[in-house]
């Protein structure tokens, strides 16, 4: 069954520095989202992507946040300057049809738990 | 903001018994409903989804049931299993206009006894 892979599995980064994420969404979606889940909170919209531009963004997602499709396969989250508080396990999804299909599904990669020092 | 308010965060069953996990929500937009299931480790996978235009739907053992007067959804497993046990999500948006992008509750962690 095809499904959402991310490297690394865990980031260890101090503060200040840039991170990239990355992420191999289902190889026939179109649509590509960021999540994030701060321990023991709940799982938060960050960005979507489509057509390879953003089609929508959290407050959360603000200028130190980017996304890039470099090339067919990957999707990348990069933190220019990490903060304390973006500790947080990041999780990129797909899906089919995003803002188009009624009951489009979007598909969750196992996640990166990125922590900042 | 919680517009998606799952107020257990733990619920524990002994194997073959029901397991209800219940689910609120404040936005009226909302009007599709999903609940996600996340096992250690993994990302959240669909488990089962309503529309707003249903009051139940049924899949296996997985039951969810919504109420729109009262802005409350429940998910029902029946019979409950051990590898049931993970964090449950759930997760509501809307279907025409604004955002589509689902608002996920705080999750509730189920453990199934055997």
């Known amino acids: 069954e095809p499904e959402v892979t991310q490297t690394p599995s865990h980031q260890v980064t101090q503060m200040g520095q840039e991170v990239i994420l990355r992420c191999v969404p289902i190889?026939?979606?179109?649509?590509f989202y960021w999540y994030r889940q701060i321990l023991g909170q709940k799982v938060e919209f960050l960005v979507s992507f489509y057509n390879n531009e953003i089609s929508e963004k959290s407050e959360i997602f603000d200028d130190q946040f980017s996304v890039e499709r470099p090339d067919g396969s990957n999707f990348t989250l990069k933190i220019r300057s990490t903060k304390l508080e973006d500790s947080a396990m990041y999780f990129c999804?797909?899906?089919?049809f995003g803002s188009g299909g009624v009951t489009d599904t979007q598909y969750f990669g196992p996640g990166t738990r990125l922590t900042v020092l | 903001d919680q517009q998606v308010k799952q107020n257990s965060p733990s619920l524990s069953v002994q194997e073959g018994r029901i397991s209800i996990l219940n689910c609120d929500y404040t936005?009226?937009?909302?009007?599709?409903f999903l609940w996600y299931k996340k096992y250690p480790a993994e990302g959240p996978t669909f488990l089962i989804s309503?529309?707003?235009?249903?009051d139940k739907n049924e899949d296996g053992r997985f039951t969810v049931f919504l109420n729109k007067s009262a802005k409350h959804l429940s998910l029902h497993i029946v019979p409950s299993q051990p590898g049931d046990s993970a964090v449950y999500f759930c997760a509501a948006r809307g279907t025409s206009g604004g955002s589509y992008i689902p608002t996920f509750g705080r999750g509730t962690s189920l453990i199934v006894h055997p």
């Open positions: 190889s026939n979606h179109l649509y």
């Open positions: 936005n009226s937009m909302f009007d599709y």
């Open positions: 999804a797909s899906s089919e």
């Open positions: 309503i529309s707003s235009i249903k």
